[in-house]
């Protein structure tokens, strides 16, 4: 039933019934029948409902099924073969970028991906990648969270990032877990707000030490253009640059 689902994201959006029918172009009385499960609704009304509810296509297809319509975006592995023009793509990116670090990551920050520079910044081998996460080397107590000379600004900016990509995917997210388990972590609690970059300063600086070098850092983003399947729209490239 795509009743109660629908319903649930309406309100993680903030938004009426009235609100969400008039940007959907449905009435509110069959937006309402539609949550109440007295209505169903159509493949064409359920793929407007999900792009005024700015839903990734993940969810949406989550909410296309739950209207009885067969998933309509892709949902594939890294590996699969579907997406080898884009891990060829990543990988020029990554190759191109050394012998900084770069790192491909999905929206969980899991590591799916990373040239040899970000491998030996976070102390993992290669195969890790898929596994290790970001978050998790940043904020649970080891080698990298050590390293990090000032974590509290980074860690604020990175528990910022993560609780906007819980509103936008939901409580029952990867990502939301993945904010629960950071939250845990000694020291985060104090972390309640981003806080302000230095005066005069645009961007916050990684500032990392390992074996006795300390050496400054900011970073990039890149994502895919016009996505087609899940994971394409939710992968993102960052590299790090010297400052």
């Known amino acids: 039933m795509i009743g109660p689902l629908l319903k649930e994201w309406r309100t993680l959006r903030g938004k009426s019934q009235l609100a969400l029918s008039l940007e959907a172009q449905v009435s509110a009385r069959h937006l309402s029948f539609l949550e109440s499960g007295r209505s169903g609704a159509s493949q064409e ?13 993940r969810d949406r297809n989550a909410l ?17 073969a579907e997406l080898a023009e884009v891990r060829r793509a990543a990988g020029l990116i990554l190759a191109s970028h050394e012998p900084y670090p770069a790192i491909v ?33 940043v904020f649970v107590p080891g080698p990298v969270r050590s390293a990090i000379g000032n974590w509290e ?3 604020g900016y990175l528990l910022h990032r993560l609780r906007e990509g819980a509103r936008m995917r939901g409580p029952r997210s990867p990502v939301a877990s ?10 985060v609690e104090a972390l309640t707000a981003l806080r302000p970059a ?46």
């Open 45 to 57: 009304l359920v793929l407007r409902l999900a792009e005024a509810l700015g839903l990734g296509l």
């Open 64 to 80: 296309l099924v739950a209207a009885g319509f067969a998933p309509q975006f892709g949902e594939r592995g890294w590996h699969s």
């Open 105 to 137: 990551v999905d929206s969980s920050s899991t590591v799916l991906e990373a040239n040899a520079g970000a491998l030996a910044m976070m102390g993992q081998p290669r195969e890790a990648l898929g596994q290790v996460n970001l978050m998790d080397l």
């Open 153 to 155: 600004e980074i860690a």
């Open 178 to 187: 993945v904010l629960a388990r950071v939250l845990a972590q000694p020291g």
């Open 198 to 243: 230095n005066a005069g300063s645009v961007l916050v600086p990684l500032t990392f030490t390992r074996d006795g070098a300390t050496t400054h850092w900011y970073t990039t983003l890149t994502s895919f253009g016009a996505p087609q399947d899940a994971l394409v729209e939710e992968i993102t490239i960052e590299q790090f640059h010297p400052m």
